[in-house]
């Protein structure tokens, strides 16, 4: 049996449930069904008509169940969610309800800070705990230096170098996952995922590929999100590697660059781009050395992102775009032609 408690839930849900039901974890989404963990046991249940609408149930939320159909899906309290890929802008729930998000890339190359730095806006846009986790330590010649090297993008996230061959770093990575608590590997392919999903398992249970030695890249060997019970009681979900990440919001982009959002908030002008204005701090610590200039373009990336997406998927933001670059025209127009 099953208890629900192991599997995340806390007696605060219980208001939540409708009557006749009990709730469920889900563990897997897979053609249209639903795998969920109950008291019960695991089983495949039907979603209704209902819960198809939206996002839809993803790996890691409470449904509530009577017979074989999930007839509703309980509050989330966090969700790693992104943009899907394309140009409907559609949200996608990666995981629910987590405790901690662990931001994967490898140690077998050149750190890929920028690439980073995005799955960390996203992390702590989720609501959840982000964890840099550093795969393949034993390939890493100064294992030291790299994390070093990597601290000043990661302001306010814990950082950890692990080896699934070795078993470096396995435990304590373990020990961010309590008994009860969630956490997700979230990261592109080539980077471990599915060998640290193995190692913290203690067992062959995700299937894992090789990298091309060309380009560092590896092959999808994940192919859905799904949830494992660890033997020390937590709860880790595996995803798939991801070509694009894009941003389903701003949420987290503040904090993920910590450093810029603090010397932004010196600038003279509250609306200031931080460009060539007078008084700009950004500009003036990026002059100084005190910021990463890699760091500031990697921010301005992001905004103009979600400055985009907000375009495309808000009517009200496009109309005010519109009178604006209207508004611009017009006083163009109206200032009198000067003498060349």
Known sequence: ???????????????????????????????GLLTVVAPGGERRVHPAPLLREGTGPAVGDWVALRSDVAVALLPRRTAFTRTAAGRTSALQVVA??????????????????????????????????????????????????ALAELAGAVPGAEVLAVSAVTGAGVGALAERLGAGRTGALVGPSGVG????????????????????????????????????????GGLLIDTPGMRELGLPGDEGIDTAYADVAEFASSCRFRDCSHGAEPGCAVSAAVAEGLLD??????????????????????????????????????????QPSQKR
């Open 1 to 31: 049996m099953t208890d629900l408690v192991d599997l995340g839930w806390d007696g605060a849900r219980a208001a939540d449930v409708p009557p006749g039901t009990v709730p469920a974890r889900v563990a897997k989404v897979d053609r």
């Open 96 to 145: 629910a309800n987590l405790d901690v998000v662990f931001v994967v890339d490898a140690l077998d190359g050149p750190a890929r800070l920028r690439r980073i730095e995005r799955y960390l806006a996203v992390a702590w846009g989720s609501g959840a705990t982000p964890v840099v986790v550093l795969t393949k330590a034993d390939l890493c010649d100064d294992v030291p230096a």
């Open 193 to 232: 995922k599915s060998s640290l999903v193995n190692a913290l398992l203690g067992g062959e249970v995700a299937a894992t590929g090789e990298v091309r030695e060309a380009d560092r890249r590896g092959r999808h060997t994940t192919t859905a999100r799904e949830l494992h019970r660890l033997p020390g």
């Open 293 to 334: 200039e890699g760091r500031l373009r990697g921010w301005r990336k992001l905004q103009a992102e979600v400055h985009r997406q907000a375009l495309r998927t808000d009517a009200r933001a496009r109309a005010a775009e519109h009178s604006r670059v209207r508004a611009l025209h017009k006083s163009l127009r109206a």
